[in-house]
């Protein structure tokens, strides 16, 4: 009896566990931190297309031979 109420004690925290993790996903605190994080990606892609380092070949110094 006692293996039959730790299983079930076990699965009812798995289920928990499992639940709050499902309604989390929908949350505005998680919808805020998502919004952040895309916008923060948005900053960086932009900035990572004006690096000096992206510059053309052509534009670089010739090297000697």
Not at 12 to 33: M, N, Q, Y
Not at 38 to 43: E, M, P, Q, S, T
């Amino acid at each position: 009896m006692a293996a039959v109420a730790g299983g079930l004690a076990g699965i009812a925290v798995l289920v928990k566990v499992w639940w709050r993790r499902f309604t989390g996903l929908f949350s505005p605190r998680r919808r805020a931190e998502v919004k952040a994080a895309a916008a923060a990606d948005a900053a960086e892609a932009a900035t990572a297309t004006n690096t000096p380092d992206a510059a053309p070949a052509a534009a670089q110094a010739p090297t000697e031979k």
